[in-house]
Each structure stands twice: as C-alpha cells, then as structure tokens.
C-alpha cells in the first residue's frame, strides 16, 4: 500500500508543490494530503493516520514543535519531519528531543525533501517488521508447552513465560528483575545451577542441569533446564542474556522411582515370604507364651506384684501386634494378591470403617462429619478398601493427637467415584509432598512408612488414582478416585406367539 504523507503548512502554493514533488518520485509509493492548519493537521491525523506528517514550525494556530506530541499520540508509528525558514540551534535540538525525526530548512532541493522522506518511510518499515517479529516472538514464547527463562548476566530474570508464571505462582512483570536461583530454586541445589549458568555466561558451551523449583504451593517440582547464552558483538563478545529453556520432569520421576520401587519389592519377595514364615513361627509361641504367662499372673494373690506384671505384659503384646501388622503390611506391598472383582459401594465401605474405629475416634476427641451419597459404586475388592480407608483414618488420627474434625466423604460423577478422608490437622509441608507415598518414607517417630505406599498399591491394582489436598490451615485431604461401576442392562429374551400350536390331523 502507498505510505500516507500528511503535509501540514499554512502556505498553500508551497504545500501543493511538495505533494508534487512527493507523488512525481519514482523512488516513493505516496499519497499526499494536506491540512492548512494545525487543527485540522491534527484531526486528520487522528481520522486517516500518517506515515510521515511535513510539518511547518510557525502555522497561525499552533506551533509545529507543539503539535510533535499529539501527532505521534494520534500516529504512533508514524515520523515527523519539521519544515522551517527560520532556525536556530535551540529549536532544532528541541525538535529532535521531543521526538522529530528530521529538521529541514528552507529553501531546501526536492531530492533533500524526497531522501528524507524515504529514509523515514524506511524506518518506519523496519520498526514495523521489528514489532511483528517481536510479537510472533512472543506468541511463540506464550504458547509454548515448555518453560523459558531469559537471566541477565547478574542472573536476574529479563524473561518469564507463561507457563512458567503457571508453575511457580509469580506474575510475569512480578518475576522481571528478581534474583532467580535465590528466589525459586531449592536451596539444596542452588550452588549447582549457579554453576552451570555461571559457566555458561563465562563463555562455556550449553549445559544442562536438572533441580529442584519451588512451585505455587511451595512444593518442589524436578524440573530439567537447559541453558544457552546470548553474546554481544558475535563470538567471543560478553554474554548478556542466558536463556533456559525448562521441562517438568518430576512426574517422569516419580514414575521412574516407582518403577525401581516395584522392582526392588518383587525382587524381595521370596525373600519376604521366607522371612514372614521365620518371623510368624516365633512371634506364635511368643503370644502362646504370653498368654500362658498372663494367666499365672492372674492366680497371684499379691496385687502389687501382679499389676506391674501385667503392664508389661501388656507392652509386650501390642509390640508383638506391631510387629505383626507390620509383617502384614510388607507382605502386602512385596506379593499383595489380586483383588477380587465384585460391585463395591463405597458410601457402605467408608461408613463401615468409621464404625470400627468409633471408640478410637472418640479417644482421640475427634468429631466425625459424614457426607456419604448414594450410588457410589465401584468394581473391585471390598477388604482391600475397607484397608485403604482405614490407613488413611489412621493416619488422620495421627495428625490430631489433640482432637480435631474428621471428614468422610463419598460421591460421584457419571465415570467416576470417590471417596475422602479430611482431617483439621496440620497439613504436609510441601518439600516433602511428592514423597509421601514413597516405601518407609515417614516422619512420624514409631511409623513403619507402609501406610500410604499400601494405599497407593490398592488404588493403582483398581485402576484409579489418589488426589492430596493439603494446606498449613486446613489440615489435609486425601481423595480416592476409581472407575464408575455400571451394570449392564439385562437384555429379554423374545417373546414367543401366544396362539395355541396347530392341532394334529385326526384329533
């Protein structure tokens, strides 16, 4: 399209001789309008645009250094080159420093008036294809899957997409000008990304290094980076932006661990059965003798011989109990058998559960608020979920030895079902969220680490999968979440004429 001249000049002969001079130049594709007055120079601009506006310094109602702002609030992209007889220093330096790209005194040759026209046009081609590659640069950078980061050489964030923004809770603008590595790395791993980075802004080549990032929540999220510098002056200049480029690897990494878990638990498992057979026969006779031992005690006629022996009697037996279940519970996790196949209703599991541990529940001063629907059934083992639900009561009681409030919940959508156990407790700290179903990962003083990775175990063997809501002051939920069970309809058999068969000849 021809670029668009506005000529502003109270002189009309003159004004008219330049659009001739400007429409005749084969160098230039230009349409040429003009205005007489600064008033309507501007309502011009503001209605149709310009790409270069000739302006005159004196018009008889505004001076053309006053109209340098308003033209470029109208035009934005447009230039300005002011016209003038009558120049000094001053105003040609006030020109320039309230944004004209050219001065020109008069009398000035066409060929001067036509080469800075075109360089202006010129410029103007350069900052719009400057814009549109930074706005396809951005769009890329926006869209992108992935996460990038721009540092200055100081580490200091230039850049910070969206989806980054997305992953660690910090605006884009917020991020601009914060110290990366000290704000949201993991402080354990600070030293070795600031080496990569550091080599990389000292001239090395790309490195790549994977650490920990602090997201939203303030859990860590593993995520890879690759770093890259940007030099000034070509090779060998200094590098002044470092771009990384950043993928979440942290569920690849669970899965990876659970992978190595599960291999390692089946390895152990002869072995684990070897030993359960070892470690029952013993703890068997210990119980028998137990008994035999607590019933001796009981024919002492001295009570202040018998009662102490009963206490310790009494620690000896729930220690045994520990460690039966707890051979009960690697048992389960080395060689845990296939659950049975049968509609479960979910709503009567939790429900179930909550009965059998009432008295607990009351010991503790927990309150239990129930929201169990209908029709929450799902197809699977019901022993098996009556284990997951009590593991995670459990472990509800656990985190309120002061009392608190229990909540079960169980519900539905038309493809899933769930069920949930909430408690007021003091909610898991983020660092260590992504562990928590890890084998013997635990952080109570006598706990065995078992409860969660069996809960896990359960749920993955019924094709579902477990959400964890937690927060420092809410407490923490835990919601199981499995296909939805739909019966079949049962489809009927045709039916059959109710006319009577033909009668036989001869009857």
């Not at 210990?286 to 031992?293: D, I, K, R």
Request: net charge negative; aromatic share 4%; charged share 25%.
């Amino acid at each position: 399209m021809p670029a668009r001249i506005l000529i502003v000049d109270d002189n009309t002969s003159l004004a008219g001789n330049l659009r001739e001079v400007l429409e005749g130049a084969r160098e230039l594709d230009v349409e040429v309008a003009l205005a007489p007055t600064g008033k309507q120079g501007l309502a011009a601009a503001r209605r149709d645009g310009f790409d270069v506006a000739v302006v005159d310094v004196k018009l008889p109602d505004a001076s053309g250094l006053e109209l340098i702002a308003p033209l470029r609030a109208a035009s934005p992209h447009g230039e300005i080159v002011l016209v003038t007889g009558f120049a000094t220093v001053d105003i040609a330096m006030a020109a320039l420093r309230a944004g004209a790209f050219a001065f020109i005194l008069k009398s000035f040759r066409p060929e001067e008036l036509i080469s800075t026209v075109a360089q202006a046009i010129e410029k103007i081609s350069l900052k719009r294809e400057r814009e549109e590659l930074e706005r396809r640069y951005r769009a890329i950078v926006d869209a992108a899957d992935v996460l990038i980061l721009g540092l200055d050489a100081e580490g200091r964030v230039a850049l910070f997409n969206p989806r980054l923004s997305a992953l660690t809770g910090v605006g884009g603008d917020a991020a601009l000008g914060m110290p990366f590595c000290e704000a949201l790395v993991d402080e354990s791993e600070q030293r070795r990304f600031n080496q990569s980075f550091l080599g990389v802004v000292e001239g090395d080549a790309a490195a790549e290094v994977e650490v920990g990032v602090r997201d939203a929540v303030g859990a860590i999220r593993r995520v890879r980076w690759h770093l890259s510098g940007v030099r000034s002056g070509g090779r060998g200049g200094r590098t002044d932006l470092v771009y990384g480029i950043g993928i979440d690897v942290t569920e690849r990494r669970a899965l990876e661990r659970r992978a190595a878990d599960a291999e390692a638990l089946n390895a152990m498992a002869p072995l684990a059965l070897g030993l359960a057979h070892e470690i029952r026969n013993p703890l068997n006779a210990a119980v028998l003798e137990l008994h035999l031992l607590s019933r001796g005690i009981e024919r002492l006629s001295d009570e202040a011989i018998r009662e102490p022996m009963k206490r310790r009697v009494g620690i000896v037996e729930a220690e045994i109990g520990r460690l039966g279940r707890l051979l009960g519970e690697f048992l389960e996790l080395a060689r845990p058998r296939a659950p049975h196949r049968e509609p479960v209703d979910l709503a009567r599991v939790v429900r179930d559960v909550l009965d059998l541990e009432e008295e607990a529940l009351a010991s503790h001063g927990v309150a239990v608020v129930r929201d169990l629907g209908d029709d929450c059934f799902a197809l699977g083992d019901v022993e098996k979920l009556k284990q997951v639900v009590l593991n995670l009561v459990v472990n509800a009681l656990d985190v309120m030895p002061e009392g608190g409030v229990l909540r079960a919940c169980a519900s539905g959508d038309a493809t899933e079902v769930w069920l949930s156990i909430g408690d007021t407790g003091p909610g898991i700290p983020p660092t260590i969220l992504a562990e928590i179903f890890d084998p013997f990962f635990t952080t109570k003083a006598a706990g065995t680490g078992l409860g969660l990775a069996i809960v896990r175990k359960i749920v993955d063997q019924h094709a579902g999968r477990v959400d964890v809501d937690t927060h420092a002051s809410r407490g923490t939920t835990v919601r199981v979440r499995l296909p939805r069970f739909t019966p079949e309809p049962v489809s009927r058999l045709p039916t059959t004429s109710s006319s009577s068969p033909p009668r036989s000849a001869g009857t």
